[in-house]
């Protein structure tokens, strides 16, 4: 349980950053701009992921 669990949240992961990398080329924004999570769901994201584990995602700066 505890291996799927860490396996959801490293995919959640990757989705999240592949979601900023788009939205950041899209946008024309650059290193260190913030982005928020409502900028990304449904336009990159489906839905907004949840933590198998309980927890919550942080989006930090945008880094290319």
Request: hydrophobic content about 40%; aromatic content about 6%.
């Amino acid at each position: 349980r505890e291996r799927a669990q860490r396996n959801a949240c490293i995919a959640n992961l990757k989705q999240i950053d592949g979601a900023k990398t788009l939205w950041a080329l899209d946008t024309g924004a650059a290193n260190g701009d913030s982005v928020q999570m409502s900028d990304l769901v449904t336009a990159y994201i489906k839905a907004t992921p949840s933590c198998p584990a309980g927890g919550t995602y942080t989006l930090l700066m945008v880094y290319l």
